[in-house]
């Protein structure tokens, strides 16, 4: 077992440890991690909940684990955090080994603090008693008034001054949250684990908080893990996403990377609406076959000469050069932002919704195919209008065909794989 941490002498002057005020995040490094249950029926063989998960995170960075319900993120949460114990592999928090095959850290050795999607609070205790109880077992031991200060910054860091003598049922939804941050922030983990924070909220509460917890632990530099269903949220606040399917992780990138250049088909249409239009791969649109389509004549928006194309229904679509290996028959990723609508006799819009900001449109194109569009509500369509269509964007990627062409809306947040 690791040994205990050292305690730092308090300032003689104030009764804080020198680093009281200061926060630093830790790296975390996750290599070849799996985490299984045992079978409910009794079977010998266990239920895999985590698969060889391996994840480098960067001191100070927030990860958000992202994925579909069952696909095993808070499984992974519970596994940094030391709340369940890996089959296989390890965990490094700020380079100690918090747990492998021979090391296991207790949960309250490891500096981390967490806040649950119902955040936990005790409700006889007072809001400052609440925050007070996280620092109990702290590593860094304080006098009570340190302890007191440390409260007294807690609650402002929440914005939450006025409220210390509060009980937790005299608060909203949101301040309840804000005082559960509090508690798992007073101590000074290096890192934050949340699991589903904002998940309980209504929508308007859940965009204000979600924007204070990011403003929050970007000025204290935790290093920060949260699972969420919600890719909004994950992209909004995660630095690095982590996309997880049947408890492997499928892809960690930028929520720039993931959106524009997904590595499966699966991630395309998880982390937003994906049209895969068939299409033909070819190495350069100068020596481009002739390929019939329905789209806007003579089309080649977007792509520039010697590039990598695909010809599809839409006319030529530019592909990444990391796509190039996709030869022959190949589904071509296509976003509906991507899809521009012109006066045309091409298309048949068959569905319109308006949501103020852009106008979602679905249409039937002239061979059957269906394919969805968004534009901005400045020039709005209407059921049974006529359009030409063409693509508009840059490059994006393929795969090798599995089917036709089709659009598939984001998967929906309780669907469960395996």
Not at 158 to 163: G, R
Not at 199 to 208: E, F, G, K, N, V
Not at 220 to 228: A, E, N, R, S, Y
Request: hydrophobic share 35%.
């Amino acid at each position: 077992m690791a040994s205990t941490l050292d305690t730092e002498p308090e300032d003689p002057t104030t009764g804080t440890p020198p680093n009281a005020g200061t926060q630093t995040g830790a790296s975390i490094a996750i290599s070849d991690v799996t985490v299984a249950y045992d079978s409910p029926d009794g079977a010998d063989t266990p239920i895999d909940a985590v698969r060889d998960a391996t994840l480098e995170i960067s001191a100070g960075s927030i990860v958000a684990l992202l994925g579909p319900s069952g696909c095993g993120k808070t499984s992974l949460l519970r596994a940094v955090a030391g709340l369940e114990r890996p089959r296989t592999g390890s965990i490094t928090i700020g380079g100690r080994v918090v747990s492998d095959s021979h090391t296991w850290m207790q949960p309250e050795r490891r500096n981390v603090g967490m806040v649950f999607q119902d955040g936990a609070l005790f409700p006889h205790l007072t809001v400052a008693q609440n925050i007070t109880f996280g620092l109990r077992g702290s590593a860094n031991k304080m006098s009570k008034r340190a302890r007191t200060k440390q409260v007294e910054e807690m609650l402002h860091l929440v914005d939450l001054d006025e409220f210390g003598d509060r009980l937790p049922g005299t608060l909203s939804g949101g301040q309840q949250q804000r005082v559960a941050l509090a508690r798992s922030l007073a101590p000074q983990p290096s890192v934050l684990l949340l699991d589903e924070p904002f998940s309980a909220l209504d929508a308007a509460l859940r965009l204000q908080l979600r924007a204070e917890v990011a403003r929050i632990v970007r000025r204290i530099d935790v290093t920060t893990i949260f699972v969420t269903h919600d890719q909004d949220e994950a992209f909004v606040l995660g630095d690095q996403v982590a996309v997880l399917r049947d408890g492997r992780i499928e892809q960690v990138g930028t929520p720039d990377d993931l959106y524009r250049r997904p590595n499966t088909r699966w991630v395309a249409g998880f982390v937003g609406e994906a049209n895969l239009i068939r299409g033909r791969f070819d190495s350069a649109v100068d020596g481009a076959t002739p390929h019939e389509h329905v789209g806007e004549p003579n089309n080649t928006s977007g792509v520039q000469p010697n590039s990598l194309v695909a010809n599809t229904l839409l006319g030529p679509v530019p592909l990444s050069t990391e796509q190039g290996r996709a030869h022959g028959d190949v589904e071509v990723l296509v976003r509906p932002e991507q899809v521009e609508l012109r006066p045309g006799d091409c298309a048949l819009i068959t569905d319109v919704e308006y949501y103020g900001h852009d106008v979602r449109y679905e249409l039937q194109l002239n061979d059957g195919s269906i394919l969805a569009a968004r534009a901005t509500s400045s020039e709005l369509y209407e059921n049974g209008d006529r359009v030409c269509v063409r693509f508009s964007g840059g490059p994006t990627e393929a795969w090798p065909t599995a089917g036709s062409a089709h659009s598939c809306r984001p998967l929906p947040t309780d669907f469960r794989i395996g």
